[in-house]
T-cell receptor
Framework: RKEVEQDPGPFNVPEGATVAFNCTYS??????FFWYRQDCRKEPKLLMS???SGNEDGRFTAQLNRASQYISLLIRDSKLSDSATYLC???????????FGKGTSLLVTP | SQTIHQWPATLVQPVGSPLSLECTVE??????LYWYRQAAGRGLQLLFY??????ISSEVPQNLSASRPQDRQFILSSKKLLLSDSGFYLC????????????????FGDGTRLSIL
């Protein structure tokens, strides 16, 4: 089983829609969780950390379910500029090798 | 604020030629530094990381090497490039914890797109 698994998509949604991505991880000892956004042919950029109690940043909401070992990202009121690949990132208990998912592709259409 | 610079942005090299990619970080001291590679259509693969000057750990055995001659400088090198070395190379930094714990997000440079001919 891969360390971090994501549905590659693509998710095609109209502007204004709400879309959610899930990501599962295999190591129950994982400590920290992040969502990154990567535009085509660009570097990944940190979107938000994911906290145990869930957290929100504007139109973006992240949730963590340790029992089921998944994290989620909800995007409300999708904008054209939200089109990108969203990477789920999980840290190990120790060491430096962050575990990146391969990403979920989102395309927001007019 | 912290910034990370990586160059060159693109590079085309013949098979068998050497490689040197440089990355520098500003605005922070003793950061953890990382080199990743992202092959076309694939996820990020950690190649090397460093927690201090002269301290390099390799995640994947290959014909690449890394060096950290200064606190905020990280260099990726190869003596002889292979076709399989093509990809998008990304340098990243995170707050240095010094404890072996990596619960900090990593911040990436703009990347170098390397094509081997």
């Amino acid at each position: 089983r891969k360390e971090v698994e994501q549905d590659p998509g693509p998710f095609n949604v109209p502007e204004g829609a709400t879309v959610a991505f899930n990501c599962t991880y295999s190591n129950s000892a994982s400590q920290s969780f992040f969502w990154y956004r990567q535009d085509c042919r660009k570097e990944p950029k940190l979107l938000m950390s994911v906290y145990s109690s869930g957290n929100e940043d504007g139109r973006f909401t992240a949730q963590l379910n340790r029992a089921s070992q998944y994290i989620s990202l909800l995007i409300r009121d999708s904008k054209l500029s939200d089109s990108a690949t969203y990477l789920c990132v999980v840290t190990p208990w120790s060491g430096y090798a962050l575990n990146f998912g391969k990403g979920t592709s989102l395309l927001v259409t007019p | 604020s912290q910034t990370i610079h990586q160059w060159p942005a693109t590079l085309v090299q013949p098979v068998g030629s050497p490689l040197s990619l440089e990355c520098t970080v500003e605005g922070t001291s003793n950061p953890n530094l990382y080199w990743y590679r992202q092959a076309a259509g694939r996820g990020l693969q950690l190649l090397f990381y460093s927690v201090g000057i002269g301290q390099i750990s390799s995640e994947v055995p290959q014909n690449l090497s890394a060096s950290r001659p200064q606190d905020r400088q990280f260099i990726l090198s190869s003596k002889k490039l292979l076709l399989s070395d093509s990809g998008f190379y990304l340098c990243a930094w995170s707050v240095g914890t010094g404890t072996g714990n990596v619960n900090q997000p990593q911040h990436f440079g703009d990347g170098t797109r390397l094509s081997i001919l």
